[in-house]
């Protein structure tokens, strides 16, 4: 570590710790900086993981409430004062690592406070409309139908005020950092998410099958992979997080050519990256670490061509885009894929930027830089 981080009291804050997806492998690479670091968060739920087992972590009093600490969304309008409850006045530096309302923390004068944003909080802005409109609180979503337009506005004036409390902040993606500034009216500088791009294993050849993987949730449009594909008859791979009625539905449609598999281990869907003929990314993402495995993989990526697929892939050198989320659109895309070559070891040398030491380096620098 840096010699202007010695004997600073460090603390990382989360909105929350139960999946593992983006924002917690960027924790991992948190926690490999300072390994001394102790841990807020509204709920923990991952007792089982080996990277937790010796840490400090302090939860709110969110994680003491039946049904809601098992539900974020449902915790909604407490999580504002679950994380300014926390006492942070032992620290030196705060980074809160946050899509939602861990920057809401307050720290003594002094501290300095960083916010690691993978996003503003989808569901008070970018995203209000969508959210609203799938609602995932079973016979609660009337209510909270409801109940949301009624609370927005003083919602997003809190949510603007906590964000004017991080002394700095670094966006995850040059789209979030757009994001940031039209909500926030915060500047931000740019540091990519990261993967251990070393140990994910790289193929040059591969089997004649298209992949994806991911949570199936409506945004992540598992729909129109099974309907473009049920259509054009290929082979296709999908590696779904876990079963649910959406996957369960997807999968009583899907024609015998679309293969459906429930893993979570990343090694395992890691050769599935590093077998497939290309992987396909259909969703409209502002943050997604999935096509960079893919690529580091040696995998060329189909991707919507919007937002964080724009900043990871190289047209015509790593993928190709496809310009709206329809089958046409996405056939036209495969069909164009299919007179192509790739060179996987130019795929596998692109992705490289992404490795966890560049992040750790760039995220050192900018930490130092800002230490008075």
């Not at 004068?109 to 799938?134: A, K, V």
Request: with cysteine.
């Amino acid at each position: 570590m840096k010699d202007k981080l010695q004997n600073k009291r460090v603390a990382i804050v989360c909105d929350w710790i139960k999946d593992w997806w983006g924002a917690e492998i960027v924790l991992t690479q948190l926690l490999e900086i300072f390994p001394d670091a102790d841990i807020f968060t509204s709920v923990f739920y991952q007792q089982w993981n080996p990277l937790f087992e010796w840490r400090n972590i302090t939860t709110s009093f969110i994680q003491k409430i039946p049904v809601l600490n098992k539900s974020h969304k449902l915790a909604l309008t407490l999580r504002q004062d679950a994380f300014e409850s926390f006492d942070l006045t032992a620290y030196d530096i705060v980074i809160s690592s946050t899509s939602a309302e861990s920057k809401w923390v307050i720290t003594k004068p002094g501290c300095l406070q960083i916010c690691y944003c993978h996003t503003p909080t989808r569901y008070f802005w970018s995203h209000y409309d969508e959210y609203l409109n799938m609602m995932e609180f079973g016979i609660l979503n009337p209510i909270w139908k409801w109940i949301m337009p009624k609370l927005i506005k003083k919602l997003r004036r809190w949510d603007y005020a906590a964000a004017q409390r991080p002394d700095y902040f670094i966006a995850n993606s040059e789209n979030t950092q757009w994001r940031i500034t039209k909500y926030y009216n915060r500047e931000s500088e740019v540091i990519y998410p990261c993967l251990d791009i070393e140990n994910i294993p790289f193929s040059p050849e591969k089997e004649d099958y298209y992949f994806y993987a991911g949570r199936v949730i409506p945004y992540k449009k598992f729909d129109l992979l099974v309907e473009t594909f049920n259509t054009n008859g290929l082979p296709l791979k999908i590696v779904a997080n876990t079963k649910n009625k959406l996957s369960e539905d997807l999968k009583k449609i899907s024609k015998s050519n679309i293969e459906w598999i429930y893993e979570t281990d990343n090694k395992v869907i890691n050769q599935y990256h590093a077998e497939a003929k290309a992987f396909l990314f259909p969703p409209e993402e502002d943050f997604g670490l999935v096509p960079i495995a893919a690529q580091a993989t040696g995998t060329p990526v189909i991707a919507y061509g919007k937002w964080w697929a724009l900043e990871t892939v190289v047209s015509w050198e790593t993928g190709i885009f496809f310009e709206e989320q329809t089958p046409e659109s996405l056939q036209k895309a495969i069909d164009q894929f299919e007179s192509m070559t790739f060179d996987a070891t130019i795929i596998r040398k692109h992705a490289q930027q992404f490795d966890k030491n560049v992040f750790k380096e760039k995220l050192l620098s900018f930490i130092e830089e800002k230490i008075k």
